[in-house]
């Protein structure tokens, strides 16, 4: 992504550190995530689309909502790779 998004420092500063961390890691897995996105989907729309429209095979979970766990984010990358592959499930 071209554009990284930064929080506010006015807020995110008065969260305590382990709060900070997780968010930022949370961050930087959402913008990865978009990035293996696009690069799959070969446009930032459709892979603005695809992230936001649930999936059948995320059991109609929504992608970028359903990555916000180690589990779910495993899931969803895997999901990225059969559609690059073709393979439909």
């Known amino acids: 992504m071209s554009k990284k998004e930064i929080p ?16 930022a890691l949370i961050e930087h897995q959402k913008n990865e995530l978009m990035e293996l996105a696009i690069a799959v989907l070969k446009d930032k729309k459709r892979a603005e ?9 995320l059991g109609g979970a929504i992608p970028i909502e359903h ?23």
């Open 67 to 89: 990555a916000t766990t180690p589990k779910g984010l495993e899931d969803v990358r895997n999901l990225l790779g059969r559609i690059e592959y073709g393979v439909y499930s």
């Open 49 to 57: 689309k695809w992230l936001a429209s649930p999936a059948k095979s």
């Open 8 to 23: 506010d420092p006015k807020n995110f500063l008065k969260k305590p550190r382990r709060v900070r961390c997780m968010t």
